[in-house]
C-alpha cells in the first residue's frame, strides 16, 4: 500500500481527477469534503501528506492548517494548499501559518503529481 | 529660475499688453530703459519701492507683478510634475505658470481630477476585491475550470483508461461544463447591473467604511481623548452625509471609550474569552455598550477578529465592520435570518446564536445581538430602535443547530430557504 494523502477537497470531480492521478501514481488517497470536521478525520488517521482546499464549508482552510500547525501529531505533516484565489496576501498567510506549498486553481495535474512526489520524497 | 526672477517677465508682458514703450515705462519710474531691460529680462531682481512704482505705472497690483498668488499654482505644477518622472521640466515650472498660466491652471487642474480619479478607482478596485457577490461568482467559475481542466487532461494523457473511469470523466466534463455555462451568464448579468448605491465608493458609507477600515476600526486619538470626535471627522477628511455618519459613529464611540477604558477593558476582554454576557457581568455595563466596544479592541494586539453589524428597525445597515468569514451587503438585501434583524422583534433581550453560511464560503459564526431604544420618545411615536450584533467566527462551539444563515438571496444555494425573497444567480442546492 502506497503512502497516504488525505485530499479536503469539496468539489466531487475536483476530488475525482486529483484522486484518480494520485492513485495512479502510487498513493493511497483518501478524502473529506467538509472543513468542520476535517480535523477529526486527520487524527483519526493521520495521513502522510495533505493536500487542503482554502474555501471550504464549515471552516476554512487557513483555520484548519493553524490547528494542524499547533497540534502535536500533525504539526510535521506536509501540507500544500489549493486556492482559488491566487493573491500575494493568501499566499503569504498560508506559508505564515506552515503550508509547505501553495498551489492556485487551475492547476495542472503534472505540477500537482510532481509536488506530492517532491513533498513525500524530498 | 526662481519665481521673483519671473517678475520681469511679467512686467515686460503687461506693458507690451496697454501698449507702452519701455523708455516711457522707465521715465515714469525714473529709471533708465537699460536698466529696465535688465528687469523685464529676469537680470536683475526688484521689489519694494521700485516694484511699488511699475505696478502703478502699469496700473495693477504690485503682488500681480511678483506673482504671490500663483505660488500655489506652481505648487500644483511640481506636483503634477512629480507624476511623469523625468519627463516634464519641473525646473522652468516658474516660467511656464508665467508666460502660459491658462496652460499651467489647466495641468494643474487635470493632474488633480487625476489624482480624484486615481483615489476612486483604489476604492473601487478595493470594492471589487471584498464584494461577496462576485467572490461567490468566481469561485464557482474557477472550480468548474479547474475540474474540467484537470478531468481533460487525465483523458487525452497516453495512459489507458477503463471504460467506466472514462464514463465518469465525460459525465463530469459535461456537468461542470453546464455549471461553468450558468455561472458565467450569472457573472456576466451581475457585472451588466446598473450599479447600485452600495457599489458607488461615494455612498456616506462606503466613505466612512474605508475610513474606519484603514484605522483598523480603532481611534487612538479618540480612546486617549486627545481629539474630539470633531477633530477626528475633520481630520479623516470626509464632508457632508459621509461627515455626518462618522460624526456620529464617533460621539457613540467616544461616549463607550469613556464607559470602558481601553486598557482595562482589553485586559477584561481577555479574562471573559471575549463573552459579552460575563463582560457586562464584571464591567457593570450594559450588554450593547460591551457589543459594540469589544470590535474597538487594538489590531494586532492579538485578540480575535470581531464583526459588528448596527442597523435600524427598518433593518437598514448603519454600520458594518466586516472579518474574514463575515460579509453582509450594505444596501439592503441581506439575509434576514440574521440574529441582527430578529433582535427587532425582541427589544431589550440579548440573542446568543451560532449561524452557518452555506457552501464554500461556509463559516459557523458565534453571534451575540440585542435591539434597545434609543431614547426617550415621543407618547404616540414608536420607538427609535437600534439592533446591534457582534459576530466572532473563530468562536463558534459547532452547534448542531445552527441558524442556516446566507449573505443575500442572489448568493445563497439553500434552495429551500423559506426566507427566500429573490432567485439566485448561482445554482440552488437543497437542504444545505
Not at chain 2, 495641468?107 to 461577496?132: C, F, K, N, S, Y
Not at chain 2, 459579552?276 to 479592541?297: E, K
Amino acid at each position: 500500500m502506497g503512502k497516504r494523502v488525505l485530499l479536503i477537497e469539496d468539489e466531487p470531480n475536483i476530488i475525482e481527477a486529483i484522486g484518480f492521478i494520485l492513485s495512479r501514481d502510487g498513493w493511497t488517497v483518501h478524502t473529506h469534503q467538509d472543513g468542520q470536521t476535517a480535523m477529526a478525520k486527520v487524527l483519526a488517521l493521520p495521513p502522510d501528506m495533505i493536500i487542503l482546499d482554502v474555501m471550504l464549508p464549515g471552516r476554512s482552510g487557513f483555520e484548519i492548517l493553524r490547528e494542524l500547525r499547533s497540534t502535536d501529531v500533525t504539526k510535521d505533516i506536509p501540507v500544500m494548499m489549493l486556492t482559488a484565489r491566487g493573491q500575494d496576501k493568501d499566499r503569504d498567510l498560508a506559508l505564515r501559518l506552515g503550508a509547505n506549498h501553495f498551489m492556485t486553481k487551475p492547476f495542472s495535474n503534472s505540477d500537482v503529481r510532481d509536488y506530492v512526489r517532491a513533498m513525500m520524497d524530498p | 529660475m526662481t519665481i521673483e526672477r519671473m517678475t520681469g517677465t511679467r512686467i515686460r508682458e503687461k506693458r507690451m499688453d496697454i501698449g507702452l514703450r519701455q523708455a516711457s515705462l522707465a521715465s515714469a519710474v525714473g529709471i533708465s530703459p537699460s536698466y529696465l531691460n535688465l528687469i523685464e529680462h529676469n537680470r536683475r531682481r526688484i521689489g519694494g519701492k521700485l516694484l511699488t512704482d511699475l505696478a502703478r505705472a502699469l496700473g495693477v497690483d504690485p503682488s500681480h507683478l511678483a506673482g504671490g498668488a500663483d505660488r500655489d499654482l506652481l505648487d500644483q505644477l511640481h506636483s503634477a510634475a512629480t507624476l511623469a518622472g523625468d519627463m516634464a521640466e519641473i525646473a522652468r515650472a516658474e516660467e511656464l505658470a508665467a508666460r502660459f498660466p491658462g496652460w499651467a491652471g489647466l495641468i494643474a487642474l487635470q493632474a488633480r481630477r487625476l489624482a480624484v480619479l486615481d483615489e476612486r478607482i483604489g476604492a473601487l478596485t478595493d470594492r471589487m476585491a471584498h464584494d461577496p457577490f462576485l467572490a461567490t461568482a468566481l469561485h464557482d467559475v474557477i472550480s468548474a475550470v479547474t475540474a474540467i481542466r484537470s478531468t481533460a487532461a487525465i483523458l487525452v494523457s497516453q495512459e489507458q483508461i477503463d471504460a467506466d473511469w472514462q464514463r465518469r470523466f465525460h459525465e463530469n466534463i459535461h456537468t461542470d461544463s453546464l455549471r461553468l455555462g450558468k455561472s458565467s451568464e450569472a457573472l456576466v448579468a451581475y457585472l451588466e447591473a446598473p450599479a447600485d448605491a452600495e457599489q458607488s465608493p461615494d455612498t456616506p458609507m462606503g466613505q466612512v467604511d474605508t475610513f474606519l477600515a484603514k484605522n483598523g476600526y480603532h481611534l487612538p486619538m479618540i480612546e486617549a481623548e486627545t481629539a474630539t470626535p470633531d477633530e477626528v471627522v475633520r481630520l479623516s477628511g470626509l464632508t457632508g452625509a459621509a461627515a455626518a455618519l462618522l460624526g456620529g459613529i464617533c460621539r457613540q464611540y467616544a461616549a463607550d471609550a469613556r464607559a470602558l477604558p481601553m486598557a482595562a477593558f482589553a485586559q477584561a476582554a481577555q479574562a471573559c474569552n471575549y463573552d459579552p454576557a460575563l463582560l457586562a457581568t464584571r464591567c457593570g455595563t450594559d450588554f450593547a455598550t460591551i457589543l459594540r466596544r469589544l470590535p474597538c479592541l487594538p489590531p494586532d494586539a492579538g485578540h480575535p477578529p470581531i464583526g459588528l453589524a448596527v442597523c435600524d428597525a427598518a433593518g437598514a445597515l448603519l454600520y458594518l465592520k466586516r472579518v474574514p468569514g463575515f460579509a453582509m451587503p450594505t444596501a439592503g438585501g441581506a439575509c434576514p435570518l440574521w440574529p441582527l434583524f430578529g433582535a427587532l422583534s425582541r427589544p431589550s433581550q440579548p440573542l446568543r446564536a451560532e449561524a452557518i453560511l452555506p457552501g464554500a464560503t461556509a463559516s459557523h459564526l458565534l453571534c451575540y445581538a440585542i435591539a434597545t431604544p434609543l431614547a426617550v420618545h415621543h407618547f404616540d411615536l414608536p420607538p427609535v430602535l437600534r439592533s446591534t450584533m457582534l459576530v466572532m467566527p473563530d468562536m463558534a462551539q459547532g452547534s448542531a443547530a445552527p441558524v442556516p444563515v446566507g449573505i443575500a438571496c442572489r448568493i445563497c444555494p439553500r434552495a429551500d430557504c423559506p426566507s427566500r425573497r429573490e432567485p439566485a444567480i448561482i445554482g440552488t442546492v437543497t437542504a444545505l
